[in-house]
């Protein structure tokens, strides 16, 4: 049994416009430095850790201020820990993607990632985490702490709670703190913190 706690990466100017990212790659602003600073106060973590992040710069630069702020050294990047590609979508503003591709559940957009093979490759970066972790630090019971993006979490979250969570109206916040408990055959959500 591996713990692992995902944080979403600080914010990014594109987060403030409300613009899609995707795997458009775009830097952490300072509100976005302060929130990485901000979970690294928030992650509750007992013994070693395995610091790992998605390889887009917002998230890699989270899990860096993160690491310095816990002393636990540079992340592991991991493209498996990267947001939803969204195709023609990305950089489209939030208020205006339904309008043009549809409801978010039911949006066909040319060159995005469904979201069954986000959900197929989040669960696949969990147990390879879990993996990773357990060879880095094999005398010990390892947590990993991860950062990555909201489409990938808000997934995770989606697919382990049966559609339940995150509550209607309600998404995945810049800089929140979600521990999942992985083992051999399931994952399952353990915590959400701010």
Known sequence: MTLISLVRHGQTDWNLAGRLQGSTDIPLNDTGRRQAHDAALAIEVDGPVFLAASDLSRAAETASIIGADRGWGRPVLLPELRERQYGDAEGTLVADFTAEYGPWNQAVIPGAETREQVAERAFAALHLLARRARQALPASSPHVVAVSH????????????????????????????????????????LQLVR
């Open 150 to 189: 909201g489409g990938v979490i808000g997934t995770l979250i989606r697919a382990i709670s049966k559609d339940t969570l995150p509550q209607p109206g309600r998404k995945v916040e810049n800089g929140s703190v979600h521990t999942f408990r992985v083992e051999r055959d399931r994952i399952s959500l």
